[in-house]
């Protein structure tokens, strides 16, 4: 239950992915706003996490995940009224809200919700909910947009719905956090690392770094990419070419408990220069099957990454400093998510956005290979 809410919510973040030409036909605007636009929200969940991550730690889960939750709904409310630059803004900004309060607090109350014996089988069903949504979100939209009447009204109608759904559910959860202080009390607080948590945060940080820089890539422009530079048009392939990346990074945390999370880190930094490299062929060469390639052998990688650094991390704090951990940890992912992608927003316009994703795959490159080196490097020390 808490892990369908987790995905619900995190569907909604990305819901808009397939819709953004539509909003650009009827408003008028650039690539470069599309992606300031999507860097409103990554910006938004990094100061949440910045000033209340750790807050579910004192004030409990369940209040934290309905603020999310309503948040939320916000957001689909605003889009449904969406019709200038600043309500998109807007909308972004409220769904990054909801994305910040989820995203650390929903993963640690997944864990706890668990049975201590299945804490490997409850580690990857929070990370599956998360990414599972993220993907969900434009393969939902896209469907109902290319397929379904009203296509900016009936996707956010829709997770309204499920939203709802998943406001009773939380309610019906108990409550994992003890001596849980009313909510009225809570104080900003940055997310904290305790000292035994520093020495893992660093490489895993890296990995969720480079991860999400290729997902953000996928969820802000390659809407633009796939209509101009291939001639793709369908809102339902491009949510489906989306949701294959997300769909990839569940695929590639199931290989994680066969690998063990330190090794996943680094072999995720090398399958994720691979899908970089597919990513830079299609860009260069305008192929679509490149593009679908990218996407799944990337969103591999990623999700290897990723799930290896959510284990590292969460294995090495105290329960009682889980969730600010966690959600330090996803600070650096979502910077990953933000710095590139405006990188590539303000190269399309004196390079083209071909030429601007060539230099952003061979920047994330450079820097998963610069991270596995240091992993693998670090290992041989230990060792």
């Known amino acids: 239950m808490a892990a369908f809410a987790f995905a619900v919510c995190m569907a909604g973040t990305t819901l808009p992915t397939p819709l953004y030409g539509l909003y650009q036909e009827r408003i008028g605007f650039s690539e470069l706003t599309v992606t300031v636009v999507f860097a409103v929200y990554a910006f938004a969940v990094i100061g949440v996490l910045l000033l209340v991550g750790n807050i579910s730690d004192s004030v409990g889960r369940r209040p934290v995940l309905l603020c ?39 993963t640690a109350y997944v864990l706890e919700l668990a049975p201590s014996r299945h804490e490997g089988r409850a580690n990857f069903v929070a990370i599956a909910a998360n990414m599972g949504g993220l993907g969900c979100g434009p393969l939902l939209s896209g469907l109902l947009a290319q397929y379904a009447p009203k296509p900016l009204v009936l996707p956010f109608a829709v997770h309204l719905a499920l939203l709802a759904v998943s406001f009773g559910l939380v309610l019906l959860l108990p409550e994992t956090v003890v001596d849980a202080r009313p909510l009225r009390t809570a104080r900003p607080n940055r997310p904290e690392l305790p000292p035994e948590v520093r020495r893992v945060f660093v490489p895993a940080g890296i990995a969720a770094f480079a991860g999400f820089s290729l997902l953000g890539l996928f969820t802000s422009v390659s809407p633009a990419f796939l209509a101009q530079g291939l001639d793709v048009h369908n809102r339902a392939v491009v949510g489906l070419v989306v949701f294959a990346a997300f769909f990839a990074s569940t695929f590639g945390q199931l290989l994680v408990p066969r690998l063990g999370s330190a090794r996943a880190i680094p072999l995720g930094c090398l399958v994720l220069i691979a899908g970089l490299a597919l990513l830079a062929c299609s860009l260069a060469w305008a192929v679509l099957l490149l593009l679908v390639l990218a996407a799944l052998v990337g969103g591999t990688g990623q999700g290897m990454g990723l799930r290896g650094a959510v284990g590292e991390v969460a294995a090495a704090s105290p329960a009682e400093h889980r969730g600010g951990a966690l959600s330090a940890l996803f600070v650096v992912a979502y910077f990953g ?47």
Not at 83 to 102: E, I, K, M, Q
Not at 352 to 366: K, Q
């Open 68 to 106: 999310g939750l309503v948040c939320a709904a916000c957001s689909a409310v605003v889009f449904l009224a969406a019709d200038s630059v600043p309500l998109l803004c807007l909308g972004r900004l409220l769904s990054g809200l909801s994305a910040g309060l989820f995203t650390g607090t929903a």
């Open 337 to 383: 998510i933000s710095i590139p992608v405006i990188g590539v927003g303000l190269l399309t316009g004196p390079l083209g956005l071909a030429h601007a994703g060539l230099v952003f795959a061979a920047c994330m490159a450079a820097l998963a290979a610069a991270s596995g080196a240091y992993l693998l490097r670090r290992a041989s020390t230990e060792a």
